[in-house]
């Protein structure tokens, strides 16, 4: 499994960005994908995942009303808008093979490199 994350960036505080995860997935499996986040000096935190079977989103309360989860055939996104400062973060996509608690990174064993986003 590998996953390579992009769209992160800076942006002033109430924009938008769309982060995106290219993952490579075996088709033959489920598997239950995420979004994570992490500042210096603390854990790293659950944003957002989707099922194993695709059919129920998660989110963490800080993030809903703001961000969307979603997937199209490879590729997991994260949209995200009315940013805040507090958003400021690495941004990692996840994925493990099942159900899993979905808001557990020690539940995951793929990992991406991160993408940075900062919120000013």
């Known amino acids: 499994v590998q996953l390579v994350e992009s769209g992160g960036g800076s942006v002033q505080a109430g924009g938008s960005l769309r982060l995106s995860c290219a993952a490579s997935?075996?088709?033959?499996?489920?598997?239950?994908v995420g979004w994570f986040r992490q500042v210096p000096g603390k854990e790293r935190e659950a944003v957002a995942s989707?099922?194993?079977?695709?059919?129920v989103t998660y989110y963490t309360d800080s993030v809903k009303g703001r961000f969307t989860i979603s997937k199209a055939a490879n590729t997991l996104y994260l949209q995200m808008n009315s940013l805040k400062v507090d958003d400021t973060a690495m941004y990692f996509c996840?994925?493990?093979?099942?159900?899993?608690?979905?808001?557990?990174?020690?539940?995951?064993?793929?990992w991406g490199q991160g993408t940075q986003v900062t919120v000013s």
């Open positions: 997935l075996n088709p033959t499996s489920n598997y239950c």
């Open positions: 996840a994925a493990e093979g099942g159900a899993v608690r979905w808001w557990d990174p020690r539940e995951f064993g793929a």
């Open positions: 989707i099922s194993d079977g695709g059919g």
